[in-house]
């Protein structure tokens, strides 16, 4: 199954969406892989299995989920009165129901069909027709037509085994054979009396041209778009198996409008009022308007209902007769205009009128935006103003801002996020046509114009401005490559400005960023969906000619544990390990005066401000790859935390969502278990930050010996009974954010190549600061070192710690904020970096998921071009049936450009391969490595001038961001001469 397919079924998971299938190109399994009908029979029972298996995946994890929930309730009450714990062995997946999970075509949740031909069905379509020739039963149709069950033709009865007696199944005799025939009748034979009878059958009436057409595509597509139109098997299926907008549930509504960390019970009373309009679903008069726009999409301005042509009366034919009777006179006096401005008698100004403007034609050109969205509540009309409410807009504020009453016709102040518009045109969306419609009732999913210039990508509309702006769309394609775009004429750079906005409206997927170097940067998913974004901005949006630069992969950097073998796999002895650690040392150490920095054998680095008032000791240490990842996947939820800790120091009480909480105890409790070890011990608790921004996956640890400072997990620690959060008493140590902030400045940008770091953990040690104080004299000065626990207990207390407590009170609050702390700020990054150098480095690159359907004559080839890009083969798997076969594979995004058509070119076009980011891996090669042992010297020579692909990756980057790449351009030259003088 597709890497695609399983991506649409999470995403539908994780959204509670109930989704339907369709089995396309089934014209495939008939013209090209030339099966029969029983052996497509088993082909679609397997895509079946497969489908089911994902979804089944999905089901089993959250019963599981639940179940443990449940445990560990259980686990926290008492035990039963008869003082003996009962266990439930049960998994708690017997009493799950899983009725409606699966899809099943006597379920009539499955079509099968072939979009290219113009055909589709679904089991019912057939039940209904055989059920009217046999005279069976359609309810005992409907639940064997698919599966192990055959017509006994001496007794007229539906048996089970078919496969046990040889039989073949109702689905492959009633349906497939039928099929396979229209095809070898029309296409493969081209046997007009046979295709006359076919179609005498079932009474199809096929026009002349369609029947003398020499491509029997045109032919077929005329048949079964009569017998079998797969626009109606899709609806049909639409309308009787998905839900009605009238079974939304209350918990679906809740999670729709609590963004973020706020509780719907923490919203306004007029907010969750609303919640009972998105429950009936009412269309009445008074219901209030909410709509939910999920996308913009561009369409070309004739498409437009209103530029369709239409049929004329007698009046406006009339019309144009006098028009075009008045342009043919207009016409033949410019013709002899021009004959007397040749003859010279005819004055200079005529001739300007040789030149009429066509405005109408620009108009024609243009782009329009229409909204893709779908009304929740009430009735909305062509012409009737909305608010807009962006993604960060505050009901609260809102209503407090606003006057009571306030409606979209008024002069609404200024309100953060908050906007009035005019829906000027609704569509009926019909495949690629627009039908023009005065009002849409609730339920209904529509198009509409003349919101491109409030709307971005999405947005809430409502006549309310207590409704809640709705949570946003989550997208699986995470953008990835980016360039840099530039006008190849300097003086259209509005145009793209304007192309690049344009672009952004219309693609979810695509970014679209403005460096702080100038550059217009476009991020996008992969190489295809970059190319198609660049066709689109040249030809439909900004109309231009572009420049666009090499695509730029990101890339991360992080640390190791140090290797135990050689490049050769041979054990590293202490003396060789010593050796390498002082040539490290060695390194590191150029630049720096000794006084000013220190690092021990073990990685502790020590740096001092230059005005030598603070010191920072900070070890790197390596994160085990499975918290790396879990913080990487949990990111949204640290930036939540951060801003629950932000509020919670500045005294702002929080409205935090019991799901959120719950969300981030569990996110703790997960940290713990996979932080183990004496290293690792009581770990979790005294994490300081996580960065970059905050919420990367690096963390900086306290590990200074008697500082205790509020922890990141305080919004869990000072909960009370009602679940709000009140404020930490004990404040904050001064300069604390400005070890945090060079902490971020260190994550932010490495010293490998200036990229983000991952999983690395940063331990301060040891922090000391001293406290200048001012005598009378002010140009004597006097340092004496302060404890960090004397500081905590002079800003918790505010009592002198001796007697010069007022002085140092008044020299802390200036350093706070003053050189003191920017000098700490840097030194804090440097010794991130210095710490960060002293361990092992590493690349890390992102990396493809890459599935790829080849057959058996051509893996040797698609294997030689997987291993020139430094991809690797993770599992080969046969699908049985037919020749083909299955690879998944890793590859770097950085070797993907020009994959696809360099595997189609070496294939002849037999393997067609689909990338999908997956990941982020270390490369296991080191950049720096030179050889150190008699085996690597006599293994890879005294240069090891072979290729290091992490070298070359680190080196592209310094290059491109005009960094130092330490490479000789020239060596071993030798003295040119003229070849032809030694002969």
């Known amino acids: 199954m597709l890497l695609r397919t399983q991506v649409v079924l999470r995403q539908a998971w994780l959204e509670n969406i109930r989704p339907v299938l369709v089995i396309n190109k089934m014209d495939r399994l008939i013209m090209e892989l030339k099966l029969t009908t029983l052996e497509a029979y088993t082909h679609l029972q397997k895509i079946l299995e497969q489908v089911n298996a994902v979804t089944g995946t999905l089901f089993t994890s959250k019963v599981l989920e639940e179940r443990a929930e449940k445990v560990k309730e259980e686990e926290n009450r008492d035990k039963d009165p008869s003082g003996d714990q009962v266990y439930d062995w049960s998994a708690g997946l017997e009493d799950a129901d899983d009725s409606q999970l699966y899809f099943s075509p006597d379920q009539g949740n499955v079509v099968f069909a072939s979009a290219i031909d113009g055909w589709g069905f679904s089991i019912q379509h057939f039940a209904h027709i055989y059920s009217q020739k046999m005279g069976m039963s359609t309810e005992v149709l409907l639940k064997t037509l698919w599966g192990d069950f055959y017509l006994n033709t001496k007794i007229q009865r539906i048996m089970k085994g078919a496969q046990a007696k040889g039989k073949k199944p109702l689905f492959v005799q009633f349906v497939l054979d039928n099929i396979w025939n229209l095809y070898d009748a029309v296409v493969t034979r081209r046997d007009e009396q046979k295709v006359e009878k076919v179609m005498t059958s079932l009474g199809i009436k096929v026009m002349t041209r369609d029947l003398r057409h020499s491509d029997p595509k045109v032919l077929l597509f005329a048949i079964c778009n009569q017998w079998l139109p797969v626009s109606k098997a899709v609806l049909s299926m639409a309308c009787e198996k998905l839900p009605s907008p009238l079974e939304m549930t209350a918990e679906k509504v809740e999670k729709l409008m609590s963004v973020g960390t706020r509780r719907f019970d923490s919203l306004p009373e007029r907010t969750q009022k609303l919640k009972t309009a998105f429950l009936q679903c009412s269309s009445g008069i008074n219901d209030p308007v909410i709509i939910f726009v999920s996308k913009m999409f561009a369409m070309d301005t004739k498409a437009l209902p209103q530029k369709r042509q239409r049929p004329l009366n007698q009046e406006e034919i009339s019309q144009r007769r006098e028009v075009a009777r008045q342009r043919h006179a207009e016409k033949l006096a410019g013709e002899s205009l021009e004959r007397a401005t040749w003859s010279g008698s005819a004055p200079a100004e005529a001739t300007m009128t040789s030149l009429p403007l066509k405005p109408e034609e620009e108009e024609e050109q243009k782009e329009v935006f229409i909204a893709f969205a779908r009304i929740y509540s009430g009735t909305v009309k062509k012409g009737q103003r909305v608010f807009v409410l962006g993604p960060k807009y505050d009901p609260v504020q809102g209503l407090s801002l606003l006057p009571e009453g306030c409606s979209t016709s008024d002069c609404i102040p200024e309100v953060p996020h908050l906007s009035c518009c005019t829906v000027e045109n609704l569509y009926l969306q019909m495949g690629r046509e627009?039908?023009?419609?005065?009002?849409?009732?609730?339920?209904?999913?529509?198009?509409?114009?003349?919101?491109?210039?409030?709307?971005?990508?999405?947005?809430?509309?409502?006549?309310?401005?207590?409704?809640?702006?709705?949570?946003?769309?989550?997208?699986?394609?995470?953008?990835?490559?980016?360039?840099?775009?530039?006008?190849?004429?300097?003086?259209?750079?509005?145009?793209?400005?304007?192309?690049?906005?344009?672009?952004?409206?219309?693609?979810?997927?695509?970014?679209?960023?403005?460096?702080?170097?100038?550059?217009?940067?476009?991020?996008?998913?992969?190489?295809?969906?970059?190319?198609?974004?660049?066709?689109?901005?040249?030809?439909?949006?900004?109309?231009?000619?572009?420049?666009?630069?090499?695509?730029?992969?990101?890339?991360?950097?992080?640390?190791?544990?140090?290797?135990?073998?050689?490049?050769?796999?041979?054990?590293?002895?202490?003396?060789?390990?010593?050796?390498?650690?002082?040539?490290?040392?060695?390194?590191?150490?150029?630049?720096?005066?000794?006084?000013?920095?220190?690092?021990?054998?073990?990685?502790?680095?020590?740096?001092?401000?230059?005005?030598?008032?603070?010191?920072?000791?900070?070890?790197?240490?390596?994160?085990?790859?499975?918290?790396?990842?879990?913080?990487?996947?949990?990111?949204?939820?640290?930036?939540?935390?951060?801003?629950?800790?932000?509020?919670?120091?500045?005294?702002?009480?929080?409205?935090?969502?019991?799901?959120?909480?719950?969300?981030?105890?569990?996110?703790?409790?997960?940290?713990?278990?996979?932080?183990?070890?004496?290293?690792?011990?009581?770990?979790?608790?005294?994490?300081?930050?996580?960065?970059?921004?905050?919420?990367?996956?690096?963390?900086?640890?306290?590990?200074?010996?008697?500082?205790?400072?509020?922890?990141?997990?305080?919004?869990?620690?000072?909960?009370?009974?009602?679940?709000?959060?009140?404020?930490?008493?004990?404040?904050?140590?001064?300069?604390?954010?400005?070890?945090?902030?060079?902490?971020?400045?260190?994550?932010?940008?490495?010293?490998?190549?200036?990229?983000?770091?991952?999983?690395?953990?940063?331990?301060?040690?040891?922090?000391?600061?001293?406290?200048?104080?001012?005598?009378?004299?002010?140009?004597?000065?006097?340092?004496?070192?302060?404890?960090?626990?004397?500081?905590?207990?002079?800003?918790?207390?505010?009592?002198?710690?001796?007697?010069?407590?007022?002085?140092?009170?008044?020299?802390?609050?200036?350093?706070?904020?003053?050189?003191?702390?920017?000098?700490?700020?840097?030194?804090?990054?440097?010794?991130?970096?210095?710490?960060?150098?002293?361990?092992?480095?590493?690349?890390?690159?992102?990396?493809?998921?890459?599935?790829?359907?080849?057959?058996?004559?051509?893996?040797?080839?698609?294997?030689?071009?997987?291993?020139?890009?430094?991809?690797?083969?993770?599992?080969?798997?046969?699908?049985?049936?037919?020749?083909?076969?299955?690879?998944t594979a890793v590859l770097p995004v950085a070797e993907s450009f020009g994959f696809a058509d360099e595997i189609r070119k070496r294939t002849s076009g037999l393997a067609s391969p689909q990338l999908v980011f997956s990941h982020w891996e270390v490369i296991s090669s080191d950049p720096y490595w030179v050889p150190t042992t008699e085996e690597e010297y006599l293994h890879f020579g005294e240069k090891a001038d072979s290729v290091n692909q992490a070298l070359k990756y680190m080196n592209a980057v310094r290059r491109r961001k005009g960094l130092f790449v330490e490479e000789k351009i020239v060596e071993h030259a030798e003295k040119q001469r003229t070849l032809g003088k030694n002969k």
Not at 434 to 444: D, H, K, S, V, Y
Not at 456 to 474: D, E, H, I, M
Not at 494 to 509: E, T, V, Y
Not at 746 to 774: I, Q
């Open 434 to 887: 627009l039908e023009e419609l005065e009002e849409i009732p609730a339920g209904n999913v529509m198009g509409i114009g003349g919101l491109e210039d409030c709307v971005l990508k999405t947005a809430t509309l409502s006549s309310s401005p207590a409704c809640s702006p709705f949570t946003p769309l989550n997208f699986e394609a995470a953008p990835i490559v980016r360039v840099a775009v530039e006008p190849k004429h300097p003086s259209e750079m509005p145009k793209l400005i304007s192309g690049m906005r344009l672009l952004s409206q219309a693609d979810p997927c695509a970014e679209v960023l403005v460096q702080e170097t100038g550059e217009h940067v476009l991020v996008t998913a992969g190489e295809v969906h970059l190319q198609r974004c660049l066709d689109d901005l040249r030809e439909r949006f900004a109309k231009i000619e572009i420049s666009v630069s090499k695509p730029i992969i990101p890339f991360r950097e992080t640390v190791v544990r140090p290797p135990k073998v050689d490049m050769v796999n041979e054990e590293l002895g202490k003396q060789q390990k010593v050796a390498v650690i002082h040539q490290m040392k060695e390194e590191l150490s150029q630049g720096r005066s000794s006084d000013c920095q220190h690092m021990d054998p073990e990685g502790l680095v020590t740096l001092t401000t230059p005005n030598r008032l603070a010191t920072v000791c900070v070890r790197a240490i390596p994160l085990p790859q499975e918290v790396t990842v879990l913080l990487e996947r949990n990111s949204e939820l640290i930036r939540t935390l951060e801003l629950m800790n932000s509020s919670l120091r500045e005294g702002r009480a929080v409205d935090i969502n019991l799901k959120t909480l719950e969300a981030i105890a569990e996110l703790k409790d997960h940290l713990q278990s996979l932080l183990q070890g004496r290293r690792w011990r009581n770990v979790v608790q005294r994490i300081w930050a996580f960065g970059p921004r905050r919420y990367g996956p690096n963390i900086l640890l306290n590990s200074i010996k008697d500082y205790s400072r509020p922890s990141v997990w305080q919004c869990l620690e000072w909960r009370h009974s009602n679940d709000q959060v009140r404020t930490p008493a004990s404040p904050l140590r001064d300069f604390d954010n400005s070890i945090i902030s060079g902490f971020q400045l260190a994550t932010l940008s490495g010293p490998m190549c200036e990229e983000p770091l991952m999983g690395v953990c940063f331990s301060v040690e040891r922090w000391d600061v001293e406290s200048v104080v001012f005598s009378q004299n002010p140009d004597t000065l006097k340092e004496d070192s302060v404890s960090p626990e004397a500081l905590q207990d002079f800003n918790s207390h505010g009592n002198s710690v001796d007697g010069t407590a007022e002085r140092r009170s008044d020299a802390s609050s200036v350093d706070c904020y003053g050189p003191v702390s920017g000098q700490l700020i840097a030194v804090m990054k440097e010794a991130c970096r210095h710490a960060f150098q002293a361990q092992p480095q590493r690349l890390m690159a992102a990396m493809y998921t890459c599935e790829i359907l080849a057959t058996a004559e051509v893996l040797g080839r698609v294997y030689g071009v997987l291993g020139k890009r430094e991809g690797r083969v993770l599992h080969e798997e046969m699908k049985e049936g037919t020749d083909m076969f299955i690879i």
